[in-house]
């Protein structure tokens, strides 16, 4: 069993924003984060995730707990599995009550990186295919290459390191053959690019043949510690970078990422033999970089750009493509020494959605009627991917470059998703104006606490008539009550943007609430005139300074 002790110290270093971010996208509501919930089908958000508490919860389905739950949950794995999948994921050595379980996480990754770029250094036609490529020797060093020879060799080496077959075929370095009962190693006279975690640690190895293999790359199978689909090569160097920059580049290969850094551009980072998948988002979502795309300009790589635009403009990213023509890439332009053009390139990356409808666009003949019907047809289905107001800005592009004089936007019908019948519960909340208006103000201070003095000035919670209880929930600071996630996480509820528009609602709530009071007095029959007159007075000077635009104090 794992002890406790080491259970209780993983935690300690757990943050459940970052484990449930590595598996899912998740944006910020208030202090906490919301994302679709992974384990039931919905549309909106009900899923939320406390950093102040470290737990996550579902109001659709009840799913909750800490980030160990979570790794069980969405791996399907038993609490030992998920804690050592953690420890894992995070270097930590765990220690178990059993002695013979107490063992250092694996090395047999590290140690065979150190051989492979200790075999480089001797290995003259390895050297002399990255010296052809441009590849500095301080850039040799900072990305680990190196270099794997034959088969025996490899399996010799980690047999003389003590690790056993088993563990190596578990970390994807050596496979195993059941039919011939045959091990062998993955990386067999190859350039050798270590895969790091985000974290930091080895999980794999990408390789390059340099004896005319018909794979020209491979990369380490999937397991337990290595997902090509969560990871991206390189992040783990370029993650400070592009945090800085507010931007990071997504290029197709190994080389591309490594001549990009030696230019300069130490924000670039490259899929692992796969396409942009959702899987990639909530890495790229941290730090809500720009985005862009540098793909070969061949029908593959058009493609790919195509698919990526495609997921990232509807998932909403910002940033571009950059197609290189004329069978060019990123790492023979800068060896070239073009990083000047390369930069400007950046800087003007066609926008994704601008890409998407001009790819769309060059797959038609706009001559043919019945080709730029299927186009149009083709284009609006992508737009309704996109947010209504950016349907209402493309459509008008799209209708423009529909050949000759184009098609009237009138044409572009992107009704359906406005069209869609609200739930009963939905319809009941926007009759109620008042709710609604209640819970617009609770979610704007949630979202902008700097704004709470000057709603505590105006109002209090006994002045409101349907949530007094979650405003008074929201100045104990209980951000993390169910009641406050609910709301957070209740996309019909839009908090207030801006200042100004704040106290322009709190001019009108306060306007109506002071005329119900007045009414209130004039009907009054258990006080006397005096108390009448004064309270009328009050009340109408009240409603005056809010007429002409002034907030009034509860003590006024």
């Not at 794997?148 to 563990?167: G, M």
């Not at 337990?224 to 580049?249: C, D, T, V």
Request: proline residues 4%.
């Amino acid at each position: 069993m794992i002890a406790q002790d080491s259970i209780e110290a993983l935690k300690a270093r757990l943050d459940i924003v970052d484990v449930v971010g590595s598996y899912i996208e998740l944006k910020k509501a208030g202090g906490n984060f919301k994302a679709p919930c992974p384990f039931h089908e919905e549309k909106s958000p009900s899923f939320v995730v406390s950093p102040q508490k470290q737990i996550f919860h579902c109001f659709g389905c009840g799913a909750g707990g800490d980030a160990v739950k979570f790794v069980m949950e969405y791996e399907k794995l038993n609490y030992p599995e998920a804690l050592e999948k953690l420890a894992e994921s995070y270097n930590f050595t765990l220690n178990y009550t059993d002695n013979k379980h107490n063992k250092p996480r694996s090395q047999v990754m590290d140690k065979l990186n150190e051989w492979y770029q200790s075999l480089l250094a001797k290995n003259q036609t390895a050297l002399a295919y990255i010296k052809e490529r441009g590849i500095y020797e301080s850039s040799i060093e900072k990305f680990g290459i190196g270099y794997a020879p034959e088969s025996n060799a490899t399996l010799n080496y980690i047999r003389s390191q003590q690790f056993s077959v088993k563990e190596a075929v578990d970390m994807g370095v050596v496979g195993y053959n059941q039919e011939r009962n045959q091990t062998y190693a993955r990386f067999i006279e190859r350039i050798t690019f270590p895969i790091f975690s985000a974290n930091g640690s080895i999980v794999g190895f990408g390789g390059r043949t340099i004896t005319g293999h018909q794979a020209k790359y491979v990369n380490s199978p999937e397991t337990a510690f290595f997902n090509k689909s969560r990871l991206l090569y390189a992040y783990n160097l370029a993650k400070q970078s592009l945090h800085k920059r507010g931007e990071i580049i997504i290029t197709e290969g190994y080389l591309d990422v490594i001549m990009l850094h030696q230019a300069g551009f130490d924000n670039a980072v490259a899929t692992l033999g796969t396409a942009l998948t959702h899987e990639h988002l909530p890495l790229l979502r941290k730090g809500s970089p720009r985005v862009v795309m540098a793909y070969d300009g061949d029908k593959a790589g058009r493609a790919a750009a195509l698919k990526a635009s495609k997921l990232l403009s509807a998932s909403g990213f910002n940033g571009g493509v950059v197609v290189f023509g004329g069978g060019l890439d990123p790492a023979d332009m800068v060896k070239e020494g073009r990083v000047e053009e390369l930069g400007n390139m950046f800087r003007d990356a066609k926008p994704f959605i601008e890409f998407v409808l001009d790819e769309i666009l060059s797959l038609y003949n706009l001559r043919d009627p019945k080709a730029k019907e299927a186009c149009m047809q083709e284009g609006i289905a992508y737009l309704k991917t996109l947010s209504p107001i950016l349907q209402e800005e493309y459509k008008t592009y799209l209708a423009s470059r529909l050949g000759g004089l184009g098609v009237s936007p009138s044409l572009l019908k992107l009704s359906s998703q406005t069209n869609i019948q609200q739930p009963k519960n939905m319809q009941q909340q926007q009759s109620q104006h008042k709710d609604m208006w209640e819970l617009t103000l609770i979610k704007t201070i949630l979202e902008k606490p700097e704004y709470i003095e000057q709603v505590l000035d105006v109002i209090d919670p006994t002045l409101l008539q349907f949530h007094s209880y979650e405003f008074s929930l929201v100045l104990q600071g209980k951000q993390d009550a169910p009641e406050l996630m609910a709301i957070m996480v209740d996309d019909t509820i839009v908090p207030l943007k801006s200042e100004d528009a704040l106290h322009a609602e709190l001019i009108t709530f306060l306007t109506k609430h002071y005329e119900r009071e007045l009414k209130k007095v004039n009907i009054a029959s258990n006080i006397s005139f005096e108390q009448k007159a004064f309270y009328i007075r009050k009340f109408r000077g009240k409603i005056a300074k809010l007429k002409r635009g002034e907030l009034v104090s509860l003590n006024d």
